[in-house]
């Protein structure tokens, strides 16, 4: 699957913004487990939140939880992060991904990685 993430830029801290993922391809986007990962400066890229093909199942890393919200729409083939209460600390580039759980955390299953969008939160 080809992903392309926007959404990103320049916030202050207490801000939201909102991230969208487009995906397409010949697989039906429906049936990819998606993921957002952030990857910040000097750093690994870091799963944040995954969404299951039916959008039944959520997980959020605990940094993010209560802040961020993940959701797909199936039929425009998107997957959404939107972001509340955003601090310094989340300053990354982010990443959607389709994605598989094992042990206990969520790995790119996916070719490669998209462009990314990068968020930057002021103090």
């Known amino acids: 699957v080809q992903l392309v993430e926007s959404g990103g830029g320049l916030v202050q801290a207490g801000g939201s913004l909102r991230l969208s993922c487009a995906a397409s391809?010949?697989?039906?986007?429906?049936?990819?487990?998606m993921a957002w990962f952030r990857q910040v400066s000097g750093r690994g890229r870091e799963w944040i939140a995954a969404i299951t093909r039916s959008g039944a199942g959520i997980d959020y890393v605990d940094d993010v939880k209560g802040r961020f919200i993940v959701s797909r729409d199936d039929d425009k083939n998107m997957m959404y992060l939107q972001m509340n209460q955003l601090t310094p600390e989340d300053t990354a580039m982010y990443y959607c991904?389709?994605?598989?759980?094992?042990?206990?955390?969520?790995?790119?299953?996916?070719?490669?990685w998209g462009p990314g969008t990068q968020v930057t939160v002021s103090s």
């Open positions: 391809g010949s697989t039906p986007f429906s049936w990819y487990n």
């Open positions: 991904t389709a994605a598989n759980f094992r042990s206990g955390t969520w790995y790119n299953s996916n070719d490669g």
